[in-house]
């Protein structure tokens, strides 16, 4: 499985939800924090299971996600 | 049209077209309307020889705002059309002046209100000099022979892109359609044709993308903005006057206003008047806006009466009491909705008046 | 070991000024996608956008490239007369629905007929978003409205109207689709369209405009998520995604 993470930029954020809806390993959720125009912002779960899919940027209207893909490079 | 490279007997409507092309106008929309449609009709055949856009636009919403993007990509460019066709361009106007755009507008002006008739008239001093929404200025010029007709169209573009502002040439119907002969002045240099347009849209060539816009929300931007306008307007108020004044050489005792079409018939009456010994000078405005206050104040001062005259019911005849200092010397006559007066009219109406 | 790609991030043709939208505002996804298109293309120096009167008035602060205003329903115009100036350059017009069907009806089907080299984003989000959620010429019927207080009746307003279907008997017309952004599959196939419709105007095929069905949460009263469960729904149903007409 690949394996990735998501940086959001708090201050494009509008908590608009989509990008939960779109993300099937739930890795998004609700936060509590607010940004500088009021909103509330979700937050990356980091539980390792983003599969670096996209799909959360992709449905973003705001163009607040960033996927990261991480590529192991040695096995372990 | 016979015409040699220098010289040619031609139509107003025509001349506005040489003038354009002279001065390097490479866009030009319009929409049939009676009586500038030679403009149109002249230009589909001569834009396209200098390499030029003609558009036949839809309406004369489409054609100012053809005008408008025209402009806004750097070109010269120009739209004509009479009355109730300026009445629709005037928020496209408005946009033009909001974003210092440097359009140049043709009103062959005819009688209204309404659909009215399509005899010369004079029916647009207000929305010439008091143009459209919001709080701006055009420069206007207000031609009164073919001659004119020419010098003024090339120049209005010179003044458009001098001042990034929208350029209103303010003729008649029967400027439109009168033949005379004209010195096409093909040597003449336009101004600022190649100065550069940096505020262009060109593409964002090495730099970032600009924008051309009137919409400024924040609180007090357009009140700034408007500020900045006015600074420019009274540049141009300072600079840009013109009118002719003549006779006044005699002491005159009396004073005609008059601009355009009804300037040229006063010359008439003038010469009239001579025959019976009467002194009476000619202020012609050129530049309707600005108006030339001060020349006219000047004019008028030592004269007993100011008769204005214009082809509607008094319109001018407002810039004029602001001018003079005692308005009760002022006279008008006017007709509106289309009725040209002759020079003998104008005769009998001042010798009603004088004795 | 690990190494980090980024691998999916803001396209670099957009500022950094985050969109004064509302959450889940269809005009948001677009500009997003208008700005990866002009990315991919690599026209961010060769493009000029005009904007609308309506919402998307304000897409000259999002995109950094050239932008132009025009007045309410005017674009298509302003667009023709920018690619006539500049035939060498990109130039597209993005509408609302009251801005293109509307007021500016005259101005597209001019354009269109007249096969004006140039693309049109076409925004139906079934209202009049930026004036408080009116009565569009596309407002569904029974649509409730801030001027259609008891729902759209045809009686009285008359039907909505499909431009998309309009405009194809027009020959100056190329291509016509209409496309949604629901969800991320619908997102990647309205990328695909638009990037179509760009590349038509590059390669000479001429007039080509793609009408989005889009959310207009605010004004309709729904969360972003029950919006694009609109647009599935009653508004695809009414206004059928897919091609409308593509001139090969
Ligand atoms: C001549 C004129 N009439 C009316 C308006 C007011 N106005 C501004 S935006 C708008 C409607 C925009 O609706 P739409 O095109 O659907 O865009 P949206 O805001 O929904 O994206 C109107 C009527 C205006 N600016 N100019
Ligand atoms: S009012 Fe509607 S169209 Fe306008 S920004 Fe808000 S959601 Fe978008």
Redesign the interface.
Known sequence: MRKGRIIIEVDRCKGCLLCIAACKPKQIKISKKMNKTGYNIVEFCDEGKCNACTLCGIICPDAAIEVIEIIETEKK | MTSDNKKAFIKGNHAVVEAALDAGC??Y?GYPITPQNEIPEFMSKRMPEVGG?F?Q???E??SV??????V????R?MTTSSSPGISLMQ??IS?MAG?ELPGVLVNVMRGGPGLGNIQPSQSDYFQAVKPGHGDFRMITLAPSSIQEMYDLTFDAFDLADKYRNPVMILADGLLGQLMENVELKRDRKPLYLNTPKPWA??????R????????LMQPGVLEKHNFKLKEKYDLITKTEKRFELSGMENNPDYLIAAFGTVGRISKGTIRLLKQDGINTGLFRPITVWPYPYEALKEAAKNVKKIFVFEMNLGQMVEDVRLAVEDSSKIEFYGRPGGGVPTAEELYNFIKGKVG | MSTEKTIYKKPTSLTDRPFTYCWGCGHSTIHKLIAEIVDELGIRETIIGVAPVGCAVFAYDFWNFDVTEAAHGRAPVVATAIKRVHPGKTVFCYQGDGDLASIGMAEIIHTANRGENITVIFINNTNYGMTGGQLAPTSLIGQVTTTSPNGRDVKNYGYPIRVSELLAQFEGVKYLERVKVTDAVSVIKAKKVIKKAFMNQINGVGFSMVEVLASCPANWRKDPIESNEMIDGEISKYYQVGVIKDVK
């Open positions: 490479r866009f929309a856009t558009i636009a839809e309406s919403l489409i705002n053809m005008v408008f993007g025209a806004a990509a750097g070109a460019a928020e496209g946009y974003c849209l060109t593409g964002a060539k090495g970032d993308g600009q924008r051309i816009l009137s919409l």
